[in-house]
Each structure stands twice: as structure tokens, then as C-alpha cells.
């Protein structure tokens, strides 16, 4: 069956780094576009980053310049480098793929001092 794992996620303090890994199995990888969005407690969700399979990005306003998002096609790994991180990223982030809408489990990032 599908399954997308999330990890990476845990506890940094503002202006530190987190990168979260996304294991992708079940699924043809390579025609898919991949996601990462994130739910703050009360808040919707909401879309991060996101990678089409030919490697394009888009990142949500509030993120750009800080997070990117890559993929590893042979590995089927997608990966959100998470750098200068504020309290206001503090949320369950979830990987999802674009084309077939699964989701995986999410894992919790809080940034806090």
C-alpha cells in the first residue's frame, strides 16, 4: 500500500535548522509532484513548498528565502531543508502527493526558546 513517512521533526530554538525527510513507498515516485504543508494548532493547513517531478519549486510567502524543498528520485525521498526558523513555523508538517492527494503522518516541529 502507499505509505509516505515523515521524520526529522523536534525541538530547535528561533533561528535554528531542521531538515525533514519524507519516505515515499507504493507509488509510482517519479510522476508524481510532492508537497510539504504544515498545521499550526487552531490553523488550517496550509501549503509550504512544493516540487513537481521535473524539479520546479514554489514556496508559501512566509517561507521563501528560508526552506527548500528537494527530491531524491532514486531514493523516492523528498526532503524540506528548514533554515532561520521562527516560532510562527511551529506545526505538524505533513508530505502529500500532489497527483494522488495521500498524506503522510506528519511530524511535530516546535520552535521555541
Known amino acids: 500500500q502507499v505509505q509516505l513517512v515523515e521524520s526529522g521533526g523536534g525541538l530547535v530554538q528561533p533561528g535554528g535548522s531542521l531538515r525533514l525527510s519524507c519516505a515515499v513507498s507504493?507509488?509510482?515516485?517519479?510522476?508524481?509532484?510532492m508537497g510539504w504543508y504544515r498545521q499550526a494548532p487552531g490553523k488550517g493547513r496550509e501549503m509550504v513548498a512544493r516540487?513537481?517531478?521535473?524539479?520546479?519549486?514554489n514556496y508559501a510567502d512566509s517561507v521563501k528565502g528560508r526552506f527548500t524543498i528537494s527530491r531524491d528520485s532514486t531514493e523516492k525521498m523528498v526532503y524540506l531543508q528548514m533554515n532561520s526558523l521562527k516560532p510562527e513555523d511551529t506545526a505538524v508538517y505533513y508530505c502529500?502527493?500532489?497527483?494522488?492527494?495521500?498524506w503522510g503522518q506528519g511530524t511535530q516541529v516546535t520552535v521555541s526558546s
Open positions: 516540487v513537481s517531478n521535473g524539479g520546479a519549486t
Open positions: 502529500h502527493t500532489e497527483a494522488t492527494n495521500y
Open positions: 507504493g507509488i509510482f515516485f517519479g510522476g508524481q509532484g
